[in-house]
C-alpha cells in the first residue's frame, strides 16, 4: 500500500490534504514499519494519529 493508503492523490488534494515530504532515522523508522505491519495500517495514517496526539498534549 502506498503512502496514502491507496488512494489517488488528486482526491487527496481535493479533500484538502497537504502533501509532506518528511525524512525520519533509521531507528524511528523501523518502529514506524513495526507498528504498520502489526496494526496494518497506512504510513500517511499513522503518522497523522501520531502527530495529532502530539500537538493536542501541547495545546495546540
Known amino acids: 500500500?502506498?503512502?496514502?493508503g491507496?488512494?489517488?492523490l488528486r482526491g487527496i488534494e481535493e479533500e484538502g490534504y497537504v502533501r509532506?515530504?518528511?525524512s525520519l532515522p533509521p531507528s524511528i523508522?523501523?518502529?514506524?514499519?513495526?507498528?504498520?505491519k502489526e496494526e496494518e495500517?497506512?504510513?500517511s495514517w499513522t503518522i497523522?494519529?501520531?502527530l495529532d496526539?502530539?500537538?493536542k498534549?501541547?495545546?495546540y
Open 1 to 4: 500500500m502506498g503512502i496514502n
Open 6 to 8: 491507496g488512494r489517488s
Open 20 to 22: 509532506h515530504n518528511i
Open 29 to 36: 523508522n523501523e518502529r514506524l514499519d513495526k507498528f504498520m
Open 41 to 43: 495500517r497506512p504510513r
Open 48 to 50: 497523522q494519529k501520531a
Open 53 to 55: 496526539e502530539f500537538l
Open 57 to 59: 498534549k501541547r495545546g
